[in-house]
Nanobody, 127 residues
């Protein structure tokens, strides 16, 4: 099994950029499709985006404005989430998750298809 841990959260100001990292251990992350989610207080967990095992394909939530970018470094077993132009509404706990589907170029967008989750990292944006 793979264990996931998120890094890079903290306090930021509106307009800042932030890069979160998802580090895998126990098994190489290049065996998994990976996604990022977030959950704000009182709200449901929200899909941000996902990246294929190859790293060549990414997909993002239609409801987000294009300020989020996923990338991965399989040699480092790490997937990154770049967030630009932070707003107060980005305040949430951010989670990475891993799953596996047969197609290495696929992106998983369904929560139930992710089998492994990190514990999350808090991002707080002050306005």
């Amino acid at each position: 099994q793979v264990q996931l841990r998120e890094f890079g959260g903290g306090l930021a100001q509106a307009g800042d950029s932030l890069r979160l990292s998802c580090l895998a251990s126990g098994r190489s992350l290049n065996s998994y499709n990976v996604g990022w989610f977030r959950q704000a207080p009182g709200k449901e967990r929200e899909f941000i985006g996902g990246i294929s095992r190859t790293g060549t394909i990414t997909r993002y939530s239609d409801s987000l404005e294009g300020r989020f970018t996923l990338s991965r470094d399989n040699a480092r077993s790490t997937v990154y989430l770049q967030i630009n132009t932070l707003t107060f509404e980005d305040t949430a706990v951010y989670y990475c998750a891993a799953g596996r589907v047969p197609d290495p170029s696929a992106v998983i967008t369904t929560v139930s298809d992710y089998n492994f989750w990190g514990q999350g990292t808090q991002v707080t944006v002050s306005s």
